[in-house]
């Protein structure tokens, strides 16, 4: 692994400084196997949430991921077009929806980010971290650049080349001290039964009822547990 330069350690005292975590509550979703069977079904259901959540008064902003900031995400094998070597580690992947960077208030520094066209077609196109960039794009530009990921754990297939086309700003994706690198895969590639909630809330708002609410209006028979505030799961990390 290359040394971290000094913009990068600089970044990383303040990873945690990047996105306003203070009002942004995260929740864990568990979808019956008998009830939703399919990815598509899953799907199904995960539109009609982000439907839900996105005109819910008490709310400013919310999306869907596999995996939170500061906790550990799928890690998948990694190949890069036109680099080979030892230094391709696997990469942490976070499932994202249109509204992921919208609503942690992450930074897109280049490029641009998860767009709804994007969603339609899984897969084809995908968000990148900035320490990501600067390890395998050192001096480069990263956007247009090919990856692949390989099978997971979850019985994903690896995928055809990915294009890369945002760079967005780093935060901490595990609960570890050291900047690792991220890749964001929109979230028809990510159709699991357990994926996450995050919101974040109006000046005077709660989170919690505002999530309860929305689920149980999709589908009461889904739970909605370990509710908890993303700056928390930051200082626990």
């Not at 990383?12 to 942004?24: E, G, Q, T």
């Not at 709804?116 to 001096?139: I, K, L, T």
């Amino acid at each position: 692994t290359p040394p971290l330069t000094r913009t990068e350690l600089f970044v990383l005292a303040a990873r945690d400084d990047v996105i306003d975590a203070s009002s942004i509550t995260v929740g864990r979703l568990a979808l019956d196997a008998a009830a939703y069977p399919t990815p598509e079904r899953r799907a199904a259901y995960y539109e009609a949430l982000r439907a839900r959540l996105a005109g819910h008064p008490s709310l400013t902003a919310a999306t869907i991921a596999s995996a939170p900031p500061f906790a550990f995400a799928d890690l998948r094998p990694l190949t890069i077009d036109g680099l080979t070597g030892d230094d391709l580690e696997p990469v942490f992947v976070v499932g994202v929806d249109r509204a992921y960077f919208e609503t942690l208030g992450l930074p897109i520094l280049r490029g641009r980010p998860i767009e709804p066209a994007d969603e339609q077609v899984a897969g084809q196109s995908v968000v990148v971290n900035e320490r990501f960039a600067a390890r395998y794009f050192a001096g480069q530009d990263a956007l247009s650049r090919r990856l692949r990921l390989g099978a997971n754990r979850y019985g994903d297939p690896a995928t055809a080349w990915l294009t890369i086309v945002g760079v967005a700003a780093s935060v901490r994706q595990a609960p570890i001290q050291d900047l690792q690198p991220v890749v964001y895969v929109p979230l028809p590639s990510e159709r699991r039964a357990e994926m996450f909630v995050l919101a974040r809330t109006k000046p005077g708002g709660a989170a919690g009822p505002a999530l309860r609410e929305a689920v149980a209006a999709v589908d009461a028979d889904v739970p909605l547990y370990n509710l908890i505030a993303l700056d928390h799961i930051s200082r626990m990390s």
